[in-house]
């Protein structure tokens, strides 16, 4: 009975350690910067006012090799550290930071609840930062991923080449815009907001960066852009990169779908 309690642990302790050496295999970290006047673009009063006219953060996410982020944390399915601090523990922790996070990493969307930031930061945590370099350390991790975004050498702004304007780019111009000025390929990741309209809105740009702590160092993205933007033809591919709105913007879709049409 014992001798068999025991193999059962050893067992249990090894499948531990293979599923926790497979999920921190991740290869490199994906930094997601977002252009609010894309996410705002068509329900502009669900999110926070002013929306903000700089690109924010979305996340600091450990990639595979292939580009999938790692999935979320789980102590059965996805065990990738042993004790990673709980989502809801990192708040008090991330004092030091608080206004910095306040400003580069705001919860874009209102909702009802209270604390849309500390909500937004909690669930970004218990994705990817659990399964990060850092399950024990909240604060290096989100402070990471600060410097980077606060950095004007990897400021969408800067490095896209072009400004926000009511003309679309092709998407190709501005991936080797960002590949000629900070000498890698980003992820230009796409929106759709307009029903029934092809049109494609820059909604993040990511960057990707070589595994370390801190990561620093830029590397090629391996998937140059997402779904969405693959969703039309190559030849379609035009990004609109729109001008910032402001929470009482109306757009007056059907009407430009009748003018285009
Ligand atoms: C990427 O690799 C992971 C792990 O090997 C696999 O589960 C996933 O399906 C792959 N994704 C793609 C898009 O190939
Ligand atoms: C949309 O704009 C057109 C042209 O300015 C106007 O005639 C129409 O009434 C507007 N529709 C709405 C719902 O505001």
């Avoid at 996410?61 to 999935?71: C, D, E, F, Q, S």
């Avoid at 909702?111 to 990060?132: A, T």
């Avoid at 990741?189 to 070589?210: A, D």
Wanted: net charge neutral; proline share 11%; glycine share 4%.
């Amino acid at each position: 009975m014992v001798i068999k309690q025991i193999l059962a642990f050893a067992a249990a302790v090894v499948a531990s350690l293979v599923v926790s050496a497979q999920g921190s295999e991740f290869e490199f970290y994906k930094l997601s910067l977002i252009w609010p006047s894309s996410v705002c673009f068509s329900t502009p009063q669900n999110c926070i006012s002013p929306i903000p006219r700089i690109f924010t953060i979305h996340g600091l996410w450990p990639t595979l090799k292939n580009g999938t982020a790692l999935p979320p944390y789980d102590p059965v399915d996805n065990n990738c550290n042993l004790s990673p601090v709980a989502p809801g523990d990192i708040v008090a922790k991330l004092t030091s930071i608080r206004a910095r996070l306040q400003t580069k990493w705001p919860n874009l969307i209102k909702g009802n609840r209270p604390n849309p930031d500390e909500l937004f930061w909690q669930i970004e945590w218990s994705h990817h930062g659990m399964c990060s370099d850092y399950p024990q350390d909240p604060l290096p991790y989100f402070t990471s991923a600060l410097n980077l975004a606060e950095s004007d050498k990897y400021d969408p702004l800067k490095v896209l080449g072009v400004a926000p304007s009511s003309t679309p780019h092709p998407i190709d111009t501005l991936l080797e815009n960002v590949k000629k000025n900070v000498g890698f390929y980003p992820q230009i990741s796409c929106s759709r907001p307009i029903k029934g309209s092809n049109q494609l809105y820059l909604r993040e740009v990511r960057l990707c960066f070589k595994r370390a702590m801190p990561p620093s160092a830029l590397q090629n993205c391996p998937d140059d852009m997402d779904d969405v933007c693959r969703s039309v033809p190559p030849l379609d591919r035009n990004v609109m990169f729109p001008l910032p709105i402001t929470t009482s913007s109306v757009h007056n879709v059907s009407w430009e779908l009748m003018a285009s049409a």
